[in-house]
């Protein structure tokens, strides 16, 4: 199998993607059980690299983050930005 640029992006933001969700589920489940939490800082990064739309999906699905406008203002701006970016390098250039 030949990888194109386009493959590696697919697989990249399926990767980042599963990254985030896992980390958005595991946060919750140490909320839930009173654990040592994962840092805001560490899911808005992973969000920032490629993870905003599977991980907002995912907090509104589980309920977690959605009172918190860095997430629930921040990922929708970071998803947009992400499809903006898709779109420009795969379809306009």
């Keep these: ?3 194109s640029w386009m493959n590696i992006v697919f697989v990249y933001t399926a990767v980042i993607s599963l990254v985030g ?3 958005m589920m595991s946060d919750k489940g140490r909320a839930i059980n009173q654990k040592y939490r994962i840092s805001e ?3 808005l990064t992973v969000a920032a690299l ?3 739309m599977a991980m907002l999906m995912m907090a509104r699905l589980i309920r977690h ?4 406008p860095k ?3 921040g990922m929708p701006m970071m998803a947009i ?3 903006g970016l898709f779109i420009y390098f795969f379809y306009v250039s």
């Design 1 to 3: 199998m030949e990888w």
């Design 21 to 23: 969700v896992f980390l």
């Design 41 to 43: 800082r560490t899911l």
């Design 50 to 52: 490629g993870g905003a």
């Design 65 to 68: 983050k959605t009172k918190r």
């Design 71 to 73: 997430f629930m203002l």
């Design 81 to 83: 930005v992400h499809v």
